[in-house]
């Protein structure tokens, strides 16, 4: 039986972001998906160190994703927000005291 990767929160805030921004997000959800493929065959292949890169391929591309419609947001301060650290952050530059 296959192990079920837990979904990234990175994905609902992908989700979400792509209703609010559109196509650009949406390519970048689409890439982490394949890389998401890609280490599903890797685990049930038993390739561990492929599977470590192609992790770190899928959180690269959504933190890149984030920061490229955050720019005020530097990359290494989205990829250090733990789960649900983005909500109070991510908001549209109107709402921004």
Do not use: C, F, W
């Amino acid at each position: 039986m296959a192990k079920v990767i837990e979904p990234d929160i990175r994905y609902s805030i992908l989700a979400v972001l792509r209703d609010r921004h559109g196509m650009d997000v949406r390519l970048s959800e689409i890439k982490a998906r394949l890389i998401e493929i890609r280490l599903l065959v890797a685990e049930a292949g038993g390739l561990v160190a492929e599977r470590e890169e192609l992790n770190a391929q899928r959180h690269a591309v959504s933190n890149a994703a984030l920061h490229q419609l955050y720019p005020q947001i530097p990359v290494s301060t989205i990829a250090n927000m733990a789960d649900g650290g983005y909500s109070h952050i991510l908001k549209p530059a109107a709402e921004v005291g």
